[in-house]
């Protein structure tokens, strides 16, 4: 086992639908590939309306409908995470010039990605928030994560060697 583990941060406004999305599902891909004790993956919102909460029901759904478990409860991004996490990924633009506008250094800066810079499938700019929406945007949501997580997993490895 690695002296410290690689720790990626999901993030996206409230912390209940996308960004623990794709926590879970990247947890999943991570287990699966044996390397829990290398990877760990959290999620966070960039604002504290819903802290404490769980995934909205309706992305829980969708995510378990494919097989993966939906756990975690709502928190805020903190500064602190630029420390504790090795790479911040954002699901959209707001929520990225969010993060972007906390980060006080360059090494902090350097830290944080958008999510859909791993997809290869799927062309789009952001990950869509689909809380106002109806199942769609919860299945594309699940699509999109599930296209960039493989290529996330491969990043990391050849980053770190793991």
Known sequence: ??????RVLFVCM????RSPAGENIF?????????????????AGTIGYH????????????????GYEMTGS?????????????????????NYDN??????SDEARARVRKFTDFCIAHDH???????????DGF???ANLIEDGAGELLAFIRSETRI
């Open 125 to 135: 700019s952001e990950v869509p928030d689909p809380y106002y929406g109806g199942e």
């Open 139 to 141: 299945e594309l949501v």
């Open 14 to 17: 409230g912390n209940i639908c």
């Open 27 to 43: 947890r999943h891909l991570v287990e699966k590939a044996g390397l829990s004790e290398d990877i760990r993956c959290d999620s």
């Open 51 to 66: 802290t404490g909460k769980e995934p909205d029901t309706r992305m829980s759904k969708t995510v378990r409908g494919r």
């Open 1 to 6: 086992m690695p002296e410290r583990c690689y």
């Open 74 to 94: 709502a928190r805020q991004f903190l500064t602190q995470d630029f420390e504790d996490f090795d790479l911040v990924l954002t699901m959209d633009d707001e």
């Open 99 to 104: 993060v972007m506008k906390l980060a006080e």
